[in-house]
């Protein structure tokens, strides 16, 4: 492998260069092996695979893509990493608590589908023990070198994922995320951070911290990277208690709005932590985002804010404590000493607590559920700033906890997350934003994000490498929304649009067909029909608004004939799926095409009396 050619192991160049026959996955496996080498105890693997292994396993690959193809491997020759609370067989999992190790059977489903998938395994990578902390400190293996200052902390608890992808060691990493660890590393170390919806991933094989919110997470250089793994790595596991089924039409990647709302918490709700610049790069976020066509909307931060409170101080606590009493058999020891504070601080919770925190915590995702219904996703930071390891030290708990300020709530109130670089502190430590939307919209997230952080256009981790000119796009979700196109009663302010936002459908923009349709006036009078003929019509007036995907059906049977969805030709030379009608429901009907529109033709109507 040229040295440098593939500076940061970015999917894209990587695999270019596979295509090109410039390297090879052996040559890949041998500069990973000088580089890691190179950086000498920095505090980021547990274990790792030896290099003769990992030589043998590359050559291994090549035979395989010279029978199969590249192509039948879509992570081929990709050097990954996993989190050492997922099994990975051949490697111990330790938990970052070495007396809790054991060298499991098998590797986790979510390991074996990347295995099947052409990726490379390289190791297992240090955490905050059992998974336990935002701050990457908390382990006997040392502290993860984050690589743009070492004295600075590299967060948590995956904290050796996030260093290994951003000192390009690995194209990609896994960890998990309960309060917030599968995205406060990625903000400190300048990557991407994906916490897909809860129970895509299995999480079979995970040694659990919070098992009923748990999430394997992805860290990648790109938003592109984050979805290609993730496509790969979903998957319903029915031997899996929380594994959910992904719906219908759902991929990783999505299509980017023309036009879409962005919450962000009210000013006087935000902190910073006496940080003096992750407020002004905040803002800037926010400018940006709205270069990239989001409305941004203040909303009251307050709910998220209390659900986030229940995560260390309510029945979740009891939860993660009861993982971490089996996993050691109630023996204090092993602990990390502060865990062994959280531990020794627990104040007990009867069965009574646990059914009242459920309720509080219902109450709360109502509050926000009302908030969802006005926006499209909800930008915060994703930490508001960011503490050296003697701070830590110091005071580990408070600190920690302020880590978790914009993370914590996110499992509670099941929603997806995506974490994005965003840009440079004048110390030069990196900061990021967390992108926020409800369970199973992470197309949606990548389709955002993807477009912010090539407009960020930020270097990748601490590579120094760009991002690569963007390849095609996988294959992108009908999920969560379909565009739909309304021509006349449905169009705002008609009788029918209260049916639309019933369903929770988001304005998106409005415009005209191509010159190809005439529009007419149905006999009940209420309704027109839109018609196709190709070189004797009119561009009209039309609005798209995004359905709920899951809202489709319902919406298809309130239709009544003779109109139905059909797919629309629009101006700009793009099709989208509308309201047309049937020719033969036109024979006795009004032409209409003249007033360009049902609200002009209606408005023409009323001036006549």
């Not at 050296?388 to 408070?398: F, K, N, S, T, Y």
Request: contains cysteine; aromatic residues 8%.
């Amino acid at each position: 492998m040229v040295r440098g050619m593939v500076s940061g192991l970015d999917f894209g160049s990587l695999r270019s260069a596979y295509l090109a026959e410039t390297t090879t996955p052996r040559g890949v496996a041998r500069e990973v092996v000088e580089r890691i080498a190179a950086r000498g105890d920095d505090g980021v693997w547990t274990a790792r695979v030896a290099p003769d292994a990992l030589m043998a396993e590359a050559a291994r690959l090549e035979q395989r893509a010279a029978r199969e193809g590249i192509a039948a491997l879509p992570l081929y020759g990709l050097p990954f990493a996993v989190k050492d609370n997922i099994d990975a067989a051949g490697l111990p999992t330790t938990a970052a608590c070495p007396d809790f190790g054991h060298m499991p059977a098998c590797s986790a489903p979510v390991v074996e589908r990347l295995l099947a998938a052409g990726a490379l395994l390289v190791g297992k990578t240090n955490l905050d023990q059992f998974a336990t902390g935002l701050v990457g400190t908390r382990s006997p293996y040392g502290v993860a070198r984050n690589p743009f200052d070492a004295a600075y902390i590299p967060g948590g608890s995956s904290s050796g994922s996030a260093v290994a992808v951003a000192a390009g060691l690995v194209s990609f990493a896994l960890g998990t995320d309960t309060a917030g660890s599968g995205r406060v590393p990625a903000s400190f170390n300048n990557i991407v951070g994906l916490k897909p919806s809860r129970g895509l991933i299995s999480t079979r094989g995970v040694t659990p911290a919070c098992a009923s919110l748990d999430c394997v997470s992805v860290f990648a250089l790109t938003v592109d990277d984050t979805s290609a793994v993730l496509d790969l790595a979903a998957c319903y596991d029915p031997e899996q208690p929380y594994s959910r089924p992904a719906p219908a039409g759902f991929a990783a990647s999505g299509a980017l709005p023309c036009r879409y709302t962005v919450g962000v918490p009210r000013a006087a709700q935000r902190a910073f932590f006496g940080n003096p610049d992750t407020a002004g790069l905040f803002d800037e976020a926010i400018a940006r985002v709205e270069r990239l066509g989001g409305i941004p909307v203040e909303i009251d931060f307050a709910p998220f804010e209390a659900a986030a409170a229940f995560l260390y101080r309510g029945p979740w606590l009891a939860e993660r404590l009861a993982a971490i009493a089996a996993a050691t058999g109630n023996r204090r020891e092993p602990l990390h000493p502060v865990l062994r504070l959280i531990v020794e601080g627990d104040p007990g919770y009867a069965a009574a607590d646990v059914y009242r925190a459920q309720e509080q915590l219902s109450v709360l995702r109502r509050r926000t559920a009302a908030i969802w219904r006005e926006i499209d996703v909800l930008l915060v930071p994703t930490a508001g700033t960011i503490y050296r390891i003697e701070e830590i030290a110091a005071d580990p708990l408070l600190l920690n906890e302020n880590l978790g300020r914009y993370t914590n709530f996110t499992n509670l109130l099941d929603l997806s997350g995506l974490a994005v670089p965003s840009g440079f502190q004048h110390n030069g430590l990196p900061f990021g934003v967390t992108f926020l939307a409800p369970a199973f919209h992470d197309p949606l997230l990548a389709a955002i994000g993807a477009a912010f952080q090539r407009c960020a256009d930020l270097p990748l981790g601490a590579t120094g490498a760009r991002l690569p000119a963007r390849a095609a796009r996988p294959s992108q979700s009908a999920y969560p929304y379909i565009g739909v196109a309304v021509v006349g009663a449905h169009l705002s302010g008609e009788p029918l649009n209260p049916e639309l936002l019933a369903l929770g459908s988001r304005f998106r923009r409005a415009l005209r067909t191509s010159a190809d349709y005439r529009l007419y006036a149905l006999p009940d009078g209420k309704r027109p029909g839109l018609v196709r003929f190709p070189g004797t019509g009119a561009p009209i007036e039309i609005e798209i608004w995004d359905v709920p995907s899951e809202m489709v059906g319902a919406f298809l049977a309130g239709i009544a004939p003779p109109l139905g969805l059909g797919s629309i030709a629009l101006e700009d030379r793009s099709q989208v799926t509308g309201f047309v009608c049937e020719a033969w429901a036109t024979e006795t009907a009004l032409d209409i095409t003249e007033y360009g529109g049902w609200r002009a033709y209606r408005a023409a109507l009323r001036e006549r009396g």
